[in-house]
């Protein structure tokens, strides 16, 4: 089969394909790999791919299908990681220079999961550093680009991970969603990223950027492998002491080709007000809009007038969340250590000053100004206040509809070094992040192209806690329409 209508396959696809034998796992990890060789010196989506391991497993999962104990479906398709997702022997160093040589020594539980089913786990993929980010640019080690356009950003802080997807150089890939960081670059890449329930994917084996707002989810080509990657990696953990003790599983079988009737969407009248909007997502947002109405879905106006203080309330806890997280890489249990600190105190100073980035140190210090004496009631108590009224504001918005459909970005990808300012950056961010303030679960999906530049535009789907059932049926629809 020739390689590149191989890489572009689903995860569906390339399930099929397995299950008839007509294609085998090593043919598909050798077709990813060589791929990778041929694209990723201009994409830079990845920081290391051990093919020996990739092959060694594909050689396993094959000889598992031939003796009849396929693990899954999906037994033997790759699938990318992102850098701060552990995988066991492999490299989990954050894009930060201070995990340099941090090997680790066990699977996240969301890899092991992908492993109980077959997945095949397939190289590291750059970040911003400590997913602190919204354009990649802040990795220690290399800028990734938009396989879209390579004069811009890929989004972040999972950048990678939703490049390496984009440009057909593996079907499908984890991120973390902080702020937005699956649902941005999958919007700037015209792929499909969801942002799960918080607790509805353990964090377990994940390394901590803010423990209250982070989540893992997926990054694939279309909504279908979405939900099979979503029933593969969701689920309870005991090792997770906020994974969520429900049922999850099953949205994969239950996509089905109909329309939406009975459905009601909402339209946050906050969000279609907000200043910043490019003309071209806002024409995308009514097509959209248009679109789900001849779906059948009932449109209705609702308000989350609290909603304008996300971004300030996200930038508080996220900080202080940050500050103290980051505290435990200090130059003497494991990373990096000064090779110039001649006491303890210089251990300390000298091995974070050399090792992290800036934006990670700006973070650390807003983080440790709010939460310091004097502070912590004015900044992060009050955040802490908002955060309840913003959840208040949506769990009402959830009483009068199903859903809430918004844009992603308020523009299309940016140019590299356009946006040098911090808070021009932060705001790319303005429609995502009250949703992790929330805990709620959310969904960017490609719903068109700017006419002026060709690059691609998302549109968002929300719904109340453990409710993806939703967001997969509305985007399923939407994206066979």
């Known amino acids: 089969m020739d390689q590149n209508k191989l890489t572009a396959m689903t995860v569906g696809d390339l399930s099929d394909l397995l299950e008839k034998k007509e294609l085998s796992s090593a043919e598909i990890c050798s077709a990813y790999i060589n791929k990778v060789k041929e694209t990723d010196p201009q994409i830079q989506a990845f920081l290391a791919l051990d093919e020996k391991h990739v092959m060694d497993a594909a050689a396993e999962a094959d000889q598992r299908r031939a003796a009849g104990n396929a693990r899954s479906p999906y037994d033997g398709i790759p699938i990318a990681i992102k850098d701060c997702i552990a995988v066991k ?19 996240s539980t969301a890899v092991a999961n992908l492993r109980k089913a077959g997945f095949i786990p397939f190289g590291r993929t750059n970040m911003d550093e400590f997913a602190m980010g919204s354009s990649c640019e802040n990795s220690a080690y290399q800028k990734t680009r938009n396989p879209r356009n390579t004069d811009c950003v890929p989004g972040g802080s999972s950048g990678g991970s939703a490049a390496c997807v984009a440009a057909d150089e593996v079907p499908a890939s984890l991120g ?37 707002l982070d989540q893992i989810g997926p990054f694939t080509k279309n909504v279908k492998d979405s939900a099979i990657l979503m029933d593969t990696i969701g689920g309870y953990d005991a090792k997770d002491c906020t994974s969520l003790n429900t049922p999850c599983g099953g949205f994969a079988a239950a996509l089905q080709k109909g ?8 339209l946050p009248k906050e969000y279609y007000e907000m200043d910043g909007a490019s003309d071209a997502v806002k024409a995308v947002a009514r097509e959209a809009i248009e679109k789900y ?10 308000s989350l007038p609290h909603t304008k203080y996300s971004m300030a309330c996200y930038y508080i806890i996220a900080t202080a969340e940050a500050s103290a997280n980051l505290a435990r890489f200090d130059g003497v249990r494991y990373g990096y250590r000064s090779p110039e600190a001649t006491n303890v105190l210089e251990t300390y100073m000298k091995s974070r000053g050399e090792a992290f980035g800036d934006e990670v140190k700006r973070r650390i210090m807003l983080g440790t100004y709010v939460l310091s004496s004097g502070y912590y009631d004015a900044y992060y108590l009050r955040a802490q206040k908002v955060r309840t009224l913003i959840r208040r504001d949506f769990e009402e918005a959830f009483k009068s509809c199903d859903l809430l459909l918004t844009p992603v970005t308020p523009d299309t990808a940016f140019k590299f070094g356009e946006k040098s300012d911090p808070i021009q ?22 719903a068109g192209k700017d006419p002026a530049n060709g690059m691609p535009i998302g549109m968002q789907l929300m719904a109340a806690p453990l409710r993806e059932d939703l967001i997969f049926r509305a985007a399923y629809a939407f994206e066979q329409a």
């Open 89 to 107: 022997d492999e490299r989990c160093s954050c894009a930060s220079k201070i995990l340099e040589n941090f090997k680790s020594v066990y699977d």
């Open 176 to 212: 973390s969603d902080t702020g937005g960081s699956i649902r941005q670059p999958a919007a700037y890449c015209g792929v499909v990223g969801l942002k799960p329930t918080y607790g509805r994917v353990s964090r377990f084996g994940l390394v901590a950027f803010a423990s209250s």
């Open 259 to 266: 329309d939406l009737k009975g459905l009601k969407i909402g």
């Open 293 to 302: 109405k001849a779906l059948g879905a009932e449109m209705v106006e609702v």
């Open 425 to 446: 950056m932060y705001l790319s961010d303005v429609f995502t992040t009250s949703l992790n303030l929330c805990g709620t679960c959310g969904m960017s999906i490609p």
